[in-house]
């Protein structure tokens, strides 16, 4: 007897958006030993150990139990930080699953149940509640989210110093202040460019759709822009353990927002999408913020010393609030100089994008880092 399977391709069990999907790219994970690591933005400094040790306390019979569905405790905790009530917050695993939700939560898919799209995916033409909006470059997992959810894509360019558009330019160019949902890196990635609360409150008051504020890298930087999330029902604030706080391997993030749009994002979440020691982590983090506030220091310490040392070797260097900085580097093309470092055992950014493929992108690691990120920049010179 056939198996009526065997005449079907997988391919045909797949839907065509998926075919023509592009995965976010990741940063090297390195898989020898002796690599220093400055290419994915974590933090050089481990956890507190009070972090450390609520964790490994919480490693018991508890492992065999389903953790907060709504990481309650987490989000108590948060609304007393940000003078705020636990239904302003929802917790996600890590920033980008919340991204994801809000994708899904706020925008209709251009495309009809029979997944052949009616209109191109990538038209800003598109109507307003279909649209996914944000700047170039930022986050390259912005328009692979609106690929996946088969929303249309508004991507519109920062100045070349990175800095943000007032209104009155993006009145004048394919901005859309009718779209579904807006994202804006804040302080932005790649280029680290720090952005004033004063610009951001005007970006969103003129904004008719949902803005997120992904404010990822915000304590590094000279001011955030939480109080806007409070102000406006439309605006949501992103953040994370993972860069600042050193929970990268955990993955806990949040948003902060109008408690419609954070119930909106609770109905469709995973049931319990955060693990319970990432919880208890997260919560320990909350603690003992002094620990992180004096690392802090030493990372933008560490920032502003390589800055310097780089543009004494003939870097361009630009400004950064971030625990990164992007450079133009001398004589040789940026993707050459990744692969030159790699050589010397030192792993950087680069990104394969028009916008930002003349630059690297630098994690501030810890001081001895930095020391033999320079070391190899002068031997690559001198080579």
Not at 358 to 376: D, S
Request: some cysteine; overall charge positive.
């Amino acid at each position: 007897m056939t198996n009526p399977q065997s005449a079907i391709r997988n391919s045909q069990l797949i839907r065509p958006l998926v075919h023509r999907l592009h995965p976010y790219v990741y940063g090297e994970q390195p898989k020898i030993k002796g690599l220093i690591k400055l290419n994915t933005n974590e933090n050089p400094y481990p956890p507190s150990p009070k972090v450390l040790a609520a964790v490994k306390a919480a490693v018991d019979g508890r492992l065999r139990l389903y953790p907060s569905p709504t990481a309650q405790v987490l989000r108590e905790k948060l609304a007393k930080l940000h003078r705020c009530h636990a239904d302003n917050i929802i917790v996600g695993n890590g920033s980008d699953e919340l991204l994801a939700l809000a994708t899904r939560c706020f925008v209709e898919p251009v495309l009809g149940r029979d997944t052949r799209p009616r209109v191109s995916a990538d038209a800003p033409a598109g109507r307003p509640y279909q649209i996914i909006q944000y700047f170039t470059p930022s986050y390259s997992l912005y328009p692979v989210l609106a690929d996946i959810h088969g929303a249309a894509k508004n991507a519109v360019a920062l100045k070349p110093d990175f800095s943000l558009p007032t209104v009155a330019e993006l009145r004048g160019r394919d901005w859309r202040f009718d779209a579904a949902m807006t994202f804006v890196t804040t302080p932005n990635a790649p280029s680290g460019r720090g952005y004033s609360t004063k610009e951001l409150a005007l970006l969103c008051r003129v904004q008719r759709g949902v803005v997120v504020l992904d404010e990822t890298y915000v304590d590094f930087a000279e001011e955030n822009a939480m109080r806007l999330a409070l102000k406006y029902p439309h605006v949501l604030v992103a953040r994370t353990f993972s860069k600042a706080y050193s929970l990268c391997f955990q993955r806990v993030g949040y948003f902060v927002g109008h408690r419609d749009l954070i119930a909106a994002l609770h109905k469709i979440r995973d049931s319990y999408n955060v693990n319970g020691l990432g919880q208890i982590a997260a919560v320990a983090t909350l603690g003992d913020l002094r620990y992180y506030h004096a690392n802090f220091r030493e990372i933008i310490a560490t920032r502003e010393w390589l800055s310097r040392e780089l543009t004494k070797l003939g870097f361009r260097v630009f400004p950064s609030q971030s625990n990164f900085i992007l450079v133009q580097p001398p004589r040789l093309a940026a993707h050459e100089w990744q692969h030159e470092l790699r050589k010397c055992k030192v792993l950087v950014r680069w990104f394969n994008f028009p916008e930002v493929k003349k630059y690297l992108r630098i994690t501030i690691g810890n001081p001895v880092e930095a020391k033999t990120l320079v070391k190899a920049a002068r031997k690559i010179l001198m080579g």
